[in-house]
């Protein structure tokens, strides 16, 4: 087993530098993301996925169940198809009806548990379900990629290569519940297994098993197969809001866990001391292959499509870098990711994302810390004079920001009451802020740091007689140690674009072609270029996938 710790890397990025809310929505997907990982362990495993049943009308309706071993467990996914009206179809959350729903339940359902599910996930959060219920989702088509799909294969044709460019998935799962919610399994109930202790693997499981069903599901219906090709390029789509941005927030450790991986993965490679022609050649076909992907990666979105042609204008100055003479020198990833600070945010990430993706022998088994057991604790003992310290060290960027200022309290958090979702309002024009949710971080701090002793009061005796602080002392003393677990940006200004915080995560779940639809919500494609059921013997050389169709 390789010795981890007497591998040799550079310093990491700052904290300072790389937990910026601007930076952290310039993130792209790696080879340490959840569903890379995953995709790795099935391949390793030899996982074989089986299709017990296949229940469909010749128009698409009915259910069918999936199975795959993994880590020597059984899962799953049982897939229901309705007959959706138009008029009921849409992504957002106050939804009620979806034109499929999905189950990955744990071992191999009988006939009365299938059955069970067959009626219950229809309805989603309105039924509820049981501890052999890992995961809970549903889907909508694309209505009118999936149509043309459909009617392409009815003609004995494969559907239009430029219709499947444009939208890249068949469906679009709307949420993908795990963890407890509605009365399914607890994450603890399957943390331990192998293959599932990381973080959203169950979950990750669900989207890839879904997007196989989808696939069958249009062949099915055309009565015709789907090139290989194309149905690599079919990805599934996802859209994503507000509900999900918290989540970085209220779990910091874990947050921290995800990024120590992902620089200590940078610095890694930054150490590597000189290139060998396989790994230069890599280098310089997936240069090419990002370029293929930028060009084919296109929003309406006027913020993200200017970013994109940002992107695409200094792609090839920067390609024109790489010469023979940097490849060969000594360090030349230490050398390229310094260089890179000439070139926009959303540039020097994609060039640190792609440096990672050749030295999969060097990093990938960072991934067994992306997961962590811990949650934050305060330290009693702690002298006050200590925790001034440490506001003083790391929170400079909070007690900077004058939150009487109307642009820099404009915006709070609350929590929906129908959906029981989290949203934001305007404090200035919007009712709701007293029931405003504690994502106020920096103002937090700020206040603790007015309220503070500069002495050696213990910091238990403090929060005995100011027990508002609590939260911000657990705050400061948890990114005291933990240097990558607080995202350093004013959560409720003006300025702060919510649609970075889903992008880090989403990222981290191994998302591509973002495609905002709003500063609050955007949609995504996963497993696009993933392996199909029968192709994880190549199970890892679809970063950035582009069209090969």
Known sequence: MKDFAAIPQRPLRPASK?????????????RLSFLRTLMRRLSAEKAQVTRPVWEMSPD????????????????????ISTDLPPEMRTDRVIAT????????????????????????APKQEAA???????????????????????????????PDAAKIRETGYLMRTTAVYGNGKFGIADRAHIAARPGMGGPFMAEMLTVWLIRGFTHDLAEHIGG??????????????NSTGLGMAPFLVNHPLLLDAWMQVRETAIARVRAI?????????????????????????TVPDAIAAERIETLRAEWPAFANTLTPELMTSRTPIDTIITQSAQYSVDTQELIAALMLEPFGDLIDGLTDCMATPFTPVIDPTMTCADLTAHVQNDWDWALKTDFEAATEC???????????EPRLGNRHSEEGAELESPLDIARQVKALALALPNDATPVGRFLAEAPAHRGAVRRVQTLATHAYAEIRDNLISET??????????????????????????????????APLFDGLDDADDWWLPVASI
């Open 224 to 237: 015709a197969a789907l090139s290989p090709q194309i149905k690599r390029h079919l990805g599934i789509g």
């Open 273 to 297: 001391p000189s290139l060998d022609p396989d790994q230069i050649a890599r280098i310089y076909d997936l240069v090419i292959r990002t370029a293929q992907h930028l060009a084919e990666w």
């Open 128 to 158: 509820r379900f049981t501890a052999r219920d890992l995961v809970l989702s549903r889907a909508n088509k694309s209505v009118r990629l999936f149509d043309h799909v459909t009617s392409a294969l009815k003609a004995g044709k494969q």
């Open 18 to 30: 790389v937990m910026r809310l601007r930076r952290m929505g310039a993130a792209f997907p790696t």
């Open 97 to 120: 009806a979806w034109d499929t729903a999905y189950v990955l339940y744990d071992g191999v359902p009988t006939a009365e548990e299938i059955a069970r599910i067959v009626a219950s």
């Open 496 to 529: 702060c674009l919510p649609i970075d915080i889903l992008r880090c995560k989403l990222a981290f779940f191994g998302a591509a072609k973002f495609d905002p639809k709003s500063d609050r919500w955007t949609r995504i494609t996963l497993c696009q270029g």
């Open 410 to 420: 404009a915006q709070f958090w609350y929590v929906s009451e129908e959906k029981l």
């Open 60 to 79: 698409g309706y009915g259910h069918a169940t999936y199975q795959v071993s993994l880590g020597g467990y059984v899962y799953t996914l049982v897939a």
